[in-house]
């Protein structure tokens, strides 16, 4: 089980930076990848950024550039730090985390992946 806690949220004028937080606890050595998704009203939940417990990073096409997702060596915490905010890029902004756990018995192996999300946190880009 994983747990996720965002913060960072808020307001800001377009042309901006805000920087989300998003701390993990729990079975934090089985996180695989770690990613950022939002939703706006209307909209599908959407990846905006990802990364995985190597280092790679990937980015929605709508946000290469100016934003940039990272964590700490521990994987315990994850940031978004987005630079140039638009007013399309206000949405709810989830934290997600992906674990994979394997198991053997009489023979057999398994593979478990499961995902885990946070609350959510309120972007909002306006002037």
């Known amino acids: 089980q994983v747990q996720l806690v965002e913060s960072g949220g808020g307001l800001v004028q377009p042309g901006g930076s805000l920087r989300l937080s998003c701390a993990a606890s729990?079975?934090?050595?089985?996180?695989?990848?770690r990613g950022w998704y939002r939703q706006a009203p209307g909209n599908q939940r959407e990846l905006v950024a990802s990364?995985?417990?190597?280092?790679?990073?990937s980015y929605a096409d709508s946000v290469k550039g100016r934003f940039t997702i990272s964590g700490d060596d521990s994987k315990n915490t994850v940031y978004l730090q987005m630079n140039s905010l638009k007013p399309e890029d206000t949405a709810v902004y989830y934290c997600?985390?992906?674990?994979?756990?394997?198991?053997?018995?009489?023979?057999?192996?398994?593979?478990?992946?499961?995902?885990?999300w946070g609350q959510g946190t309120q972007v909002t880009v306006s002037s």
């Open positions: 997600n985390a992906e674990t994979r756990t394997s198991s053997r018995s009489g023979g057999h192996s398994r593979l478990y992946v499961n995902d885990y």
């Open positions: 729990g079975s934090i050595d089985s996180i695989t990848a």
């Open positions: 990364i995985t417990s190597d280092g790679s990073t």
